[in-house]
Nanobody, 123 residues
């Protein structure tokens, strides 16, 4: 088992920034890819970004590329999502997830999930 705990969400004005963190504990973090997803009210959970154990990265290009940056600190068992130039449409619950796939985007490819952290962007 891998336990994931997100933090760093909150209320921010449009154009502002937030940094989300996801701390992993329990079973070893070794070798897991980490993903960030988000879910707005009434919508399906959608892919935001993922990073492999060795640091390969992919983003959902249409919505976040150029504004969001995913990173990880393997020694600290933590993955981050730096979010800049936030827009009201970025408002959602943000989830981190762990899985064994390589640059995968589907929720089905991730085995462990955090409880989520709310991000609200006001206009």
């Amino acid at each position: 088992q891998v336990q994931l705990v997100e933090s760093g969400g909150g209320l921010v004005q449009a154009g502002g920034s937030l940094r989300l963190s996801c701390a992993a504990s329990g079973r070893t973090f070794l070798g897991y890819s980490m993903g960030w997803f988000r879910q707005a009210p009434g919508k399906e959970r959608e892919f935001v970004a993922t990073i492999t154990w060795t640091g390969s990265i992919t983003y959902d290009s249409d919505s976040v590329k150029g504004r969001f940056t995913i990173s990880r600190d393997n020694a600290a068992n933590t993955v981050y999502l730096q979010m800049n130039s936030l827009k009201p449409e970025d408002t959602a619950v943000y989830y981190c997830a762990a899985g064994r796939g390589y640059l995968v985007r589907s929720t089905a490819d991730y085995d462990y999930w955090g409880q989520g952290t709310q991000v609200t962007v006001s206009s």
